[in-house]
Structures are given as C-alpha cells and as structure tokens.
C-alpha cells in the first residue's frame, strides 16, 4: 500500500476552509507593533479574510480535508 498524505502543520495552525472551499486566514501585521499604527488600519486589519482560487486549491491539497 502506498503511504498516505500527511497533513501540513503549519498550514492546519494558519487557515480554516469554508463550506465552499476558500481558505480564511487572520491578517498579517496585527501581533505586535500597533502602537505606531493609526486606528482606521488597527480596525480594518481585524477579522478574517479569505485568499483567491488559486492559493485556496493549494491549501486545501496541504490540509488534506483536515480543516477543524
């Protein structure tokens, strides 16, 4: 038997797939260092967002039908 595909850890701890199969992701630029940001970036980086077809297809791939 042919080995199974593993899923990719740091893409499970990163996105979650949605009914219809984009992936969602937190923002980049909101862990540290918002002091210096104003308050229309701080609140418009907040939430999530979702990534185009062609990276959702390699994601999806890397999860393997992983996605909690």
Known sequence: MMPKQKTHKGTKKRFRLSAKGKAKHRQAG???????????????????????????KMIAKALCGNSY
């Open 30 to 56: 909101t862990s540290h260092l918002a002091a210096r940001m104003d308050q229309k970036r701080k609140r418009n980086l907040r939430g999530t967002t979702t990534t185009n077809d062609t990276n959702s």
